[in-house]
Structure formats: structure tokens, C-alpha cells
């Protein structure tokens, strides 16, 4: 039947759980790239064998791209670096924060990394070259750190159209290509930047994390730093969809993979405190796309004051759906009932930074 790999990126390194009776009990590896900041993680299940990547930045070798084709039993690394600026670009790459599969080419693999730029592989994730028309943007040198760094975080591939993709990036916001990487533009329309004075701008918004609805490409939800939001045009605008929620402030939003409108956030109180409300860490789910909301539970601790960065919450594609989550305290929450139940399957690990989950082979 297979398994449920989970990959936890943390501050020190890599952990990977294995669940062979769906999700109910779990195997833990050792941990893998002790002391390296594990920032991305993905699993490619496009090809006969799936293939594990990890963005890794190691304090004395740097960042780099690791990929296994043996689920984690042996790794293999390019030489020099699989990402690297080119040197006429004057921008050196300090790690990867996101590395996502296409849905569209086997081969093709996008990275987002810090400084804010977008790479591209068509080799599954061997090699990478930047795509020069976002860093070439007459925008790009009026893009500012945020509280994290300077750096795409989020890539949307559109489902069906292998032209489009969008893309979220602390600061700077939401951008889109409808010509495969060769223009962009900004789509930040409604999205608030309170913490810039005067009328709100076409960019330099600090979106958190952006996710694409189960059914209608066009239908997107942003977490910003301060506010959540939907757009139902491809992101030419947004609205509000934050009220009923206890706060406004997050970092992760994450979309059911098969019912449209169904979307979870973990709320923050903003902007000093950056603690679940009252310190009681709850996930919300809303199942009408945002227009109301609810929270999920029960199983949760009923006092925590930590936080879930992020790419520290993910679902895996399952039916019933199974959700996961990383906290900064690292503890590790998993529902496999979509959120009706949680239970605590991992703590005392390092800071958890990014987690993905997929029912694979073996």
C-alpha cells in the first residue's frame, strides 16, 4: 500500500517521518544535514520514481539543492551549486525558499530564492537558470527586506495554462506571468500595506504566502501581513475575507486540494506579539472561500505561545484529507480527519521552517 513520507525542513537539519498504516503511527530517520537551515522541500511524484528535493544552506558550504531518488536513503548534490546568479547579476544566492514542481513538464522544476529571484530547471532540479525577466523587472531595485529577508517565497503554477505562473515575495507582493517568464506584472490591487504611508501602492506589499483554489485557478487566497484576502480574477484584485477570524495576522494559508472554498489559516496576534490569541494555537477553516469561518479541533494544546511559519503547514492528497503542521517550538500537529481532530505526533525538534507530505511507493 505504500506509504506517507513527511518532510520536516528545521534550523538544524532535515527529519523524515514514515507512516505505513495511513497516517495513524510514525517512523522517524535519523536526522539528515545536521546543522543546515532546511528552508524547502518538495516531492516530485511526476515521474515512475519519485525524487526528493531539499534546499539546504549550510554555514560554512552554503546554500544548495539536494535531491534523492531513493526516498531519502542517499543524496546527490551539483557540483558548484545548482543555483547560482550569474556574474554579470551582482547578486550572490544566500538560500532557497521554495522549490515546486511543475504541474505542466516532468523536467521542469521552479525555485524561489533570497535575494528575490526566480530559477527555473528542466532537468528535474539538476540545474537551474534564472529567469531573467522577473530579475531584470524595473521594480526589483525598490524591493526591501521584510522582518525574514528579501525573498520569493511562494510559486503558483497556473494548472493548466504552462504560460502563467504567480509568484509572492516578502516585500514586493504578488507577481504574474501570462507569457512564460518573459514579462511580469505586479497583482497587488486591495491587498493593504499599512506599514507604508500614504495611499496603498501597486507593490511592495509583504504577502505571507499565496494558494490557488481546488477548482477555479482564477480564485487565489493571500495571508498578509495583516489581512487575508481572496481574489476571484487571477489576482487583478483582492477583498477581504478576514472577518470572524480572532486576527488577521499569519504567515501560512493552505487550500484543500478537492473541495473549492475550503481553505485554513493559523492566526497571530500582529505585529509585536506574533502569538495565537490568548496563546491558544488554533487552526481556523473556512468552506465557503472565506465568508465565514470556524475553528478546527479539538486536539491541539490548549496553551501554546509559538507560531507556524509559512511553509510550515501543508495537506497531503488523501481522502480523508490529512493536514500538517510545524510549529517554531517544534512540535509537529497532524489531522488525518481534515482538521476534526489533531493529534501531536513529533516535539522537541529544532524550529520547524517548511513541511511537506505525499502517500508514495514503498
Known sequence: MGQVLLLLGT????????????????????????????????????????????????????PQVFRSDDL???????????????EDSGAALERVWQLRPS?????????????????????????????????????????????????IHT??????????????????????????????????????AEFIPGETPEYGQCVHKIAVDAADPDRMYAQNHGGVYRTDDAGRSWHSIAAGLPADFGFPIVTHPHRSGTIFVFPLVADIERFPPGGKPAIWRSDDAGETWRETGPGLPPQAHTAVLRDAFCS??????????????????????EGSTWVEARSNL?????????????
Open 155 to 192: 510559486i503558483v503554477p497556473h494548472p493548466t495554462d504552462p504560460e502563467t505562473v504567480t509568484v509572492a515575495m516578502s516585500t514586493g507582493g504578488v507577481y504574474r506571468t501570462e507569457d512564460a517568464g518573459v514579462s511580469w506584472r505586479p497583482f497587488n490591487r486591495g491587498i493593504g
Open 11 to 62: 534550523r538544524k537539519g532535515l527529519f523524515v517521518g514514515r507512516s505505513y498504516d495511513d497516517r495513524r503511527s510514525w517512523q522517524w530517520d535519523a536526522p539528515m544535514f545536521a546543522m543546515q537551515e532546511i528552508y524547502s522541500v518538495a516531492v516530485d511524484l511526476r515521474a515512475e520514481r519519485p525524487r526528493l528535493l531539499v534546499g539546504a544552506t549550510s554555514p560554512h558550504w552554503g
Open 72 to 86: 531519502g536513503e542517499t543524496w546527490s548534490e551539483t557540483p558548484g551549486g545548482a543555483i547560482r546568479f550569474d
Open 350 to 362: 529544532p524550529d520547524v521552517l517548511c513541511v511537506r507530505a505525499a502517500h508514495v511507493p514503498g
Open 103 to 151: 504541474p505542466h513538464d516532468d523536467g521542469v522544476v521552479y525555485a524561489g530564492t533570497e535575494p528575490s529571484a526566480l530559477f527555473r530547471s528542466t532537468d528535474a532540479g539538476e540545474t537551474f537558470q534564472i529567469v531573467r525577466g522577473l530579475w531584470d523587472h524595473p521594480h526589483r531595485p525598490t524591493w526591501v527586506p521584510g522582518g525574514g529577508g528579501q525573498a
Open 316 to 337: 497531503d492528497l488523501a481522502d480523508p484529507l490529512g493536514l500538517y503542521v510545524g510549529t517554531r517550538h517544534g512540535a509537529v500537529w497532524i489531522s488525518d480527519d
